[in-house]
């Protein structure tokens, strides 16, 4: 029986023609900051704050890289240089000189692989784990 297959399921919801959820709220938070200086700055200054942030801004909100917005590189960025990283692909194996030995206890001792029992397969063992596993 076939099923269908959802399609498009990472598309974001558009709320008003072009912009979704997210692009609005950073549309809203930039006016309401606006809206702020032009409060507290002189009038001259806020007219050069807002020329700058506003093309950025933009650009920011509606601007793709490989088809991937722009807002979400920028999280991606800041979690990436603010949250502490663990690499987890390099193994801290403990190296030993001669003269060195482990310490004693047992729950720091460390085994190689080549003390434990090796198993044997033999071929009626074998025959026996197939006939369980056609089972």
Known sequence: ???????????????????????L??????GAVLVLFW????????????AIFTPLILAITFGRLNNIYIYKLVGAIIRHL????????????PTYSYKETPSKSKEHQIVSPSTYAKKQLDTQLVKDLSNILDE
Do not use: D, H, R
Not at 25 to 30: D, E, F, R
Not at 39 to 50: D, E, T, V, Y
Not at 82 to 93: A, D, G, S
């Open 1 to 23: 029986m076939a099923y269908p297959v959802p399609q498009f399921i990472k598309e974001e919801t558009k709320l008003m023609g072009i912009l979704n959820f997210t692009q």
């Open 25 to 30: 709220s950073i549309l809203v938070g930039y």
């Open 39 to 50: 409060f507290i700055l002189p009038k001259w200054f806020w007219i050069i704050i807002a």
């Open 82 to 93: 603010w949250l502490p990283k663990q690499y987890v692909w390099e193994k801290n194996i």
